[in-house]
């Protein structure tokens, strides 16, 4: 609550406070997926990514809670590294006409190795510096 100073009235206003546990970084990263229960691999990008989780645009349609398994690509010095995890899906939004694919996809990580959690995060660290 605060007061203007020209007309003395009480002014009220919206604070948006970032509710992540960890600071999101824009990306552009490929990845390869697919379902828990299935082999059959397909391919998407990762927009923004944490040690929470990523930003994820498909070519398909997936449901809240549904489990995919992600492999992420990312550049790590001369290199091309993959980090594997395990992610559940948060919510899903449609986006027609994008080039990267018709679904955006909030996703969280469920299971990842501690040795890709170092890499993903040395190398989300990298860029937020």
Same mark, same amino acid.
């Given at each position: 609550?605060?007061?203007?100073?020209? &007309?003395?009235? #009480?002014? $009220?206003?919206?604070?948006?406070?970032?509710?992540? *546990?960890?600071? @999101? =970084?824009?990306? &552009?990263?490929? #990845?390869? $997926?697919?379902?828990?229960?299935?082999?059959?691999? *397909?391919?998407? @990008? =990762?927009?923004?990514?944490?040690?929470?989780?990523?930003?994820?645009?498909?070519?398909?349609?997936?449901?809240?809670?549904?489990?995919?398994?992600?492999?992420?690509?990312?550049?790590?010095?001369?290199?091309?590294?993959?980090?594997?995890?395990?992610?559940?899906?948060?919510?899903?939004?449609?986006?027609?006409?994008?080039?990267?694919?018709?679904?955006?996809?909030?996703?969280?990580?469920?299971?990842?190795?501690?040795?890709?959690?170092?890499?993903?995060?040395?190398?989300?660290?990298?860029?937020?510096?």
């Amino acid at each position: 609550m605060m007061a203007d100073e020209k &007309d003395g009235k #009480i002014r $009220y206003g919206i604070v948006n406070f970032e509710r992540r *546990r960890y600071p @999101r =970084v824009s990306v &552009d990263l490929p #990845i390869e $997926y697919h379902h828990a229960d299935s082999s059959i691999k *397909r391919e998407g @990008r =990762v927009a923004n990514a944490s040690e929470g989780g990523m930003l994820l645009y498909l070519q398909e349609k997936v449901e809240i809670g549904e489990q995919l398994k992600v492999r992420l690509f990312f550049p790590s010095g001369p290199d091309l590294r993959a980090v594997e995890t395990l992610v559940e899906l948060a919510w899903v939004d449609i986006h027609p006409g994008e080039e990267w694919g018709d679904y955006r996809c909030g996703v969280r990580f469920v299971d990842m190795s501690a040795e890709d959690m170092g890499l993903l995060s040395e190398f989300l660290k990298s860029l937020s510096s």
